[in-house]
């Protein structure tokens, strides 16, 4: 069954950095575009990024553009979000999140938390 288990995520101050990891089984990683989303308190999910099946192509939420940076390296089936000069705002769960065969999965988040 497909599996997504994302990693990295902690505590930060601002204009800090850190990376989160998405790793993915049960389906071919490497033919698919993957997605990074977040939830901050009271706030909805939203979109942060796609990466395209090969990495070629990727776009951003105007709210990170220039601070986050979406990778993925398909011999080992993960997804990468660098996310550099951290903000407070950037304080939420942060999901990856996968279409596969008309189906939507999601991993189970990792907190991230940018505080003084």
């Known amino acids: 069954q497909v599996r997504l288990v994302e990693s990295g995520g902690g505590l930060v101050q601002p204009g800090g950095s850190l990376r989160l990891a998405c790793t993915a089984s049960?389906?071919?990683?490497?033919?698919?575009?993957m997605s990074w989303y977040r939830q901050g308190p009271g706030k909805e999910r939203e979109l942060v990024g796609h990466?395209?099946?090969?990495?070629?192509?990727?776009n951003y939420a105007d709210s990170v553009k220039g601070r986050f940076t979406i990778s993925r390296d398909n011999a080992k089936n993960t997804m990468f979000l660098q996310m550099n000069n951290l903000k407070p705002d950037d304080t939420a769960v942060y999901y990856c999140?996968?279409?596969?065969?008309?189906?939507?999965?999601w991993g189970q988040g990792t907190q991230v938390t940018v505080s003084e």
């Open positions: 049960g389906f071919t990683f490497r033919d698919y575009t």
């Open positions: 990466i395209s099946a090969v990495g070629e192509a990727t």
């Open positions: 999140r996968a279409n596969v065969d008309m189906q939507t999965y």
